[in-house]
């Protein structure tokens, strides 16, 4: 098996190089989205690839997307991406790419929390709030919360982190008719999402989206959701309050780099082969209990 920690398409123009994505432009109004095999953790681009998570990645957000075309639309074309490159090309999008419509993105991160866990937790402990909304006293870790909280963030380049914002600053970014379609939207396809994963023995403790508008203003799903790389996946048999969970998504290769004397810069520590082989597995096992 091959890893595809980046590519080289020559036959459409290069836009972007994301933290996981490559982006190509297909005419003016398309893009061809390939889901390498990179990971980032703690915002640093890791220089190991974890084997086959581009197509895993893209085949559970096609899983999503299709469960979820009747909420609301998304940037999905239906054109399959090997037919846009050339034939020596095709290996580097089989599997792992899409080709979407072209909108424009959003400048906020749509988070959603079902659960109290990871800087949601430490900011609870801090102020008992969780990016300013007021949480009730005395809630463990991996609780699940009273109520599901949308709390967004702002988009940071790369090699930055993301900062979280109050809902009236995403007001302020977006404007307040978009921010409201944006929070009830993103809360709706959590909740249904959440639902549904519960039937295949998985909780998903949170989830992050994100949204494009179209030239019309037209409010549009886009880039990947609720993935290991964008969503906490826990195992219901395994769940305790108090600790915090086995997860199958990046969060084995977090707590692998905690344990390293790293200052969450880049460049990241090597990763061990055993962890890049393991976390591999760990998305194919999510896959596997959602889609079958």
């Not at 998570?53 to 997307?65: E, H, I, P």
């Amino acid at each position: 098996m091959t890893s595809v920690l980046q590519t080289n398409i020559k036959s459409l123009p290069f836009l972007h190089r994301g933290k996981v994505r490559d982006i190509y432009a297909v005419g003016d109004d398309k893009l061809l989205v390939i889901q390498t095999d990179r990971l980032s953790a703690f915002d640093v681009i890791l220089d190991d690839p974890i084997p086959n998570k581009g197509k895993v990645l893209t085949a559970m957000s096609n899983f999503w997307f299709k469960k979820f075309g009747h909420l609301m639309p998304n940037h999905e074309t239906g054109i399959d991406a090997v037919s846009v490159v050339t034939p020596e090309e095709r290996e580097q999008v089989e599997g792992r790419a899409i080709v979407v419509k072209k909108f424009k993105p959003l400048a906020i991160e749509a988070i959603v929390r079902g659960y109290l866990i990871g800087s949601g937790w430490k900011d609870y402990q801090k102020t008992g709030a969780v990016c300013g909304i007021a949480l009730p006293a005395g809630l463990q870790e991996a609780q699940k919360l009273p109520q599901t909280i949308f709390t967004p963030s702002t988009k940071a380049p790369a090699g930055q982190h993301d900062e979280n914002i109050s809902y009236e600053e995403a007001e302020k970014i977006v404007g307040a008719d978009v921010a409201r379609q944006v929070r009830d939207a993103a809360i709706n396809l959590y909740t249904q999402a959440a639902e549904f994963a519960a039937t295949k023995g998985i909780i998903i403790a949170d989830t992050k989206f994100e949204f494009g508008l179209d030239a019309n203003g037209v409010v549009h799903l886009i880039d990947e959701i609720l993935t290991p790389d964008s969503s906490r996946f826990w195992p219901a048999s395994s769940y305790r309050v108090g600790i915090s969970p086995p997860s199958f998504d990046k969060q084995f290769v977090r707590d692998w780099l905690e344990t390293q004397p790293w200052n969450k810069k880049a460049p990241a520590p090597r990763l061990p082969l055993e962890v890049a082989q393991q976390t591999g597995e760990k998305y194919a096992e999510a896959l596997r209990l959602l889609t079958t």
